[in-house]
Structures are given as C-alpha cells and as structure tokens.
C-alpha cells in the first residue's frame, strides 16, 4: 500500500468524528484483487453448510446465541461464541432481518442487545457480558463490540447505535497504563495482545460506522503492540514474555496495526517474513499448534490486508483445501477445545474473507 494511502488511513480512524456522523472509510484495494482466484465452488458449499450448521445450533438453543452439545459446555464461551457465529453471518451478505439468514442475524443482535448493561449507574455500562459465562470476559466484549459495529453500519439503527456508543466507551476507560487490555472490563496494570486486537479491531469497526473513538486511546494501543515484538520478529502475549512470542500472536499484532491504520510499513513486512519462518519450522519439527483456530484466523487476515497478495495465495489455497476436505457432514469442524460451534464459526469466516463485504475483513 502506497504511503499515501498508509497516512491518509491513519489520517481517517485518528480524525475524532462526532458520534452518529458517518465516517469515511480508509482506502481499501479490494478491487484490485480477483476474489475468484481464491474461492472455489467446494469453498463456498463448506461456507453454505457451515451457516446451515450454525443456523440450527442456535434454533436449539432457542435466545439468540448459539448450542453447544453437552460434552462441550467445560469450555463454551458462549458470548464470544455467539458473537463469532453473527460475524460469519454477517460475512455472507446476512444482516438483521435481510438475507438468506436474516432472521439468524436478527435473534443474535437481540441476544446481544439483552447481554448490554446500559445501567446509567453501573460501573461496567457498556460491558456486554452473560451471567455463567467464565471464558469469554473482555474476549467476548471485544467480539460482540465488532459485531455490533458491523451491524449498525449497514442498519442505522438508534436502539444498536445506543449499545454500541457504550461498549465503545467501555473499552476506552477499561485500557490499561500500558496501552493493552487484560480480561477485565476496568483499567488494570495486566494486559495483553490477544485481547488488544480484539478490541482494536472494535473501536475500527466502530469508528468506520461512524461511531466517535478517542484517537490517544488508538495511538497508545498502538505503541503498545509495536512494543510487544520480540528479538525474533514474532510477537509476545505480553510484554517481556519472549518465551511466548508465535505466529499467531504476530499475525494478531499485524491485524491490530492494520485496524490502526498502519499498513505495509517496515515493522508489518519484516513481521511478515518471521511469521514464514516459524511456520516453516514448525513444519520441519512437527510442533504441535496451539488454538489452531485463533491462529487460522489472525493469519487469514494478516496475510489479506498486505498489498503483496502472494502471501495470501502462498497461505490460503492450502489452508482452504484443508478446511474443505476436514469438514464434517453436519457442516461443522471438531477437535476445538472450544468447541464445534466456535471451530465451524472460526472456520466460516476464514473461508469467507477473499470475498466478504464485511467491512473488517476489506483490503
């Protein structure tokens, strides 16, 4: 991406615009990539049988959110979860009462709605959480931020504008000292990056659908993940923790860059080149991938937004195969510790990234 395109990016998310104003999106190369050359007719029919999965895990479930079997409920997040599985509806051209999924769309904005806490007196307005739920905690927050952005951005509607202004504002006042988040909905002196990026990626998708975003909150998240980066080019958990430095953490501190504004500078590229590396060692020691998922679909992203489309096409065709061959007949993924819904919603939205018209995901 030209310098141009790279300041005046940054220029937009950082602009500050008055709340409800609609704001411009950044430039984006969308069309100067052929989406067919990545998506294949096997593709979008495991894409057709994942949504058809996802569809019938939440009429089980009967509010909104998405079932889980009952061997699978030590480690639901059903927050999270829920909220992933909107976003890959979303991505296949879904939107609340609109598509071929509308109704699916529809249910989850209400779970999502009924899970905000717009209590003018409470310490946590904003936070959009699930009584039980354990595991998805500011994780969760961040997924279903997202998904609300995206959904008001192609709705308008006041009662998602409402909830979304507060969980924007939630995220804002819970960054920590150091410019990360941490697991709690407060600012604390613990943070971390997989919660960053999450949260980044709202306060982007926030500010795209022309919601105000504080840009000191945007600038310090972002000298944060840059500090995050190792001797070895990949990037930690946390700061200092080079013992946990991976390629799914690097391609989580690209993704984070690139809701930033930042795109293609030296940092990104030379990050680019050290994520190959582990990948290729991994691949010589047979190291086993911890939280596939997560890695799968931080690196689908990192890869796509990168001007130098060979990196995408060096990653996904293979990557695409093998989702498409390891598909289920019922249309879902195991082996997840998270589960068969989060894995098949994950999934989903991989496959789906080369032609979405989720904002998000656009180059």
Same mark, same amino acid.
């Given at each position: 991406m030209?310098?141009?395109? /790279?300041?005046?990016?940054?220029?937009?998310?950082?602009?500050?615009?008055?709340?409800?104003?609609?704001?411009?999106?950044?430039? *984006?190369?969308?069309?100067?990539?052929?989406?067919?050359?990545f998506t #294949?007719?096997?593709?979008? =029919?495991?894409?057709?049988?994942a949504?058809?999965?996802?569809? $019938?895990?939440?009429e089980?479930a009967?509010?909104?959110?998405?079932?889980?079997?009952?061997?699978?409920?030590?480690?639901?997040?059903?927050?999270?979860?829920?909220?992933?599985?909107? !976003?890959?509806f979303?991505?296949d051209g879904?939107?609340?009462? =609109?598509?071929?999924h509308? $109704?699916?769309?529809?249910?989850?904005?209400?779970?999502?709605?009924?899970?905000?806490?717009?209590?003018?007196?409470?310490?946590?307005?904003?936070?959009?959480?699930?009584?039980?739920? %354990?595991?998805?905690r500011? &994780? %969760? &927050? %961040?997924?279903? #931020? +997202?998904a609300?952005?995206?959904?008001y951005?192609?709705?308008?509607?006041e009662?998602?504008?409402? $909830?979304?202004?507060?969980?924007?504002?939630?995220?804002?006042?819970?960054?920590?000292?150091?410019?990360?988040?941490?697991?709690? @909905?407060? $600012?604390?002196?613990a943070?971390?990056?997989?919660?960053?990026?999450? &949260? /980044?990626q709202?306060?982007?998708?926030? &500010?795209d659908?022309?919601?105000?975003?504080? @840009?000191?909150?945007?600038?310090?998240?972002?000298?944060?993940?840059?500090? !995050?980066?190792?001797?070895? %080019?990949?990037?930690?958990? #946390?700061?200092?923790?080079?013992?946990?430095a991976?390629?799914?953490?690097?391609?989580?501190a690209?993704? #984070? +860059?690139?809701?930033?504004? *930042?795109?293609?500078?030296? !940092?990104?590229?030379?990050?680019?080149?050290?994520?190959w590396?582990?990948?290729?060692?991994?691949?010589?020691?047979?190291?086993?991938?911890?939280?596939?998922?997560?890695e799968?679909?931080?690196?689908?992203?990192?890869?796509?937004?990168?001007?130098?489309?060979?990196?995408?096409? *060096?990653?996904?065709?293979?990557?695409?195969? *093998? +989702? /498409?061959?390891t598909q289920?007949?019922?249309?879902?993924?195991?082996?997840?510790?998270?589960?068969?819904?989060?894995?098949?919603?994950?999934?989903? +939205?991989?496959?789906?990234?080369?032609d979405s018209?989720?904002?998000?995901f656009?180059?």
């Open positions: 030209s310098a141009l395109l /790279v300041s005046t990016a940054l220029a937009v998310l950082l602009a500050g615009r008055d709340a409800g104003t609609a704001a411009p999106r950044a430039p *984006r190369l969308q069309d100067e990539l052929p989406r067919a050359e #294949t007719p096997e593709a979008q =029919r495991a894409r057709a049988r949504l058809a999965y996802l569809a $019938a895990a939440q089980r009967g509010d909104g959110s998405f079932a889980v079997t009952d061997v699978e409920r030590e480690n639901y997040a059903p927050l999270g979860v829920s909220a992933l599985a909107t !976003l890959a979303l991505a879904n939107a609340p009462g =609109r598509g071929p509308g $109704a699916v769309v529809e249910r989850a904005l209400e779970y999502l709605l009924r899970h905000t806490d717009l209590s003018p007196e409470s310490t946590r307005r904003g936070y959009i959480s699930v009584q039980g739920d %354990g595991l998805s500011t &994780h %969760g &927050h %961040g997924f279903a #931020t +997202l609300l952005a995206e959904i951005g192609s709705t308008s509607q009662r998602v504008r409402a $909830a979304l202004v507060a969980a924007v504002q939630r995220i804002e006042q819970s960054q920590g000292s150091e410019g990360g988040w941490e697991y709690e @909905p407060y $600012a604390v002196p943070h971390e990056g997989s919660v960053t990026v999450c &949260h /980044v709202a306060l982007r998708a926030a &500010h659908a022309g919601i105000q975003v504080d @840009p000191e909150v945007v600038r310090r998240a972002e000298e944060y993940v840059r500090r !995050l980066q190792a001797p070895n %080019g990949l990037f930690c958990y #946390t700061l200092g923790d080079t013992r946990r991976s390629a799914a953490l690097a391609a989580a690209i993704t #984070t +860059l690139n809701a930033t504004g *930042r795109y293609d500078d030296g !940092l990104i590229l030379g990050t680019v080149d050290a994520i590396a582990d990948l290729a060692l991994r691949a010589e020691t047979d190291r086993p991938i911890f939280c596939p998922e997560y799968r679909l931080y690196l689908a992203q990192a890869f796509w937004q990168i001007s130098d489309t060979s990196h995408f096409r *060096r990653w996904f065709e293979e990557e695409r195969n *093998r +989702l /498409v061959r289920e007949d019922d249309g879902s993924w195991r082996g997840s510790r998270f589960g068969s819904v989060y894995a098949t919603a994950v999934n989903c +939205l991989v496959l789906s990234i080369p018209d989720l904002p998000i656009q180059r």
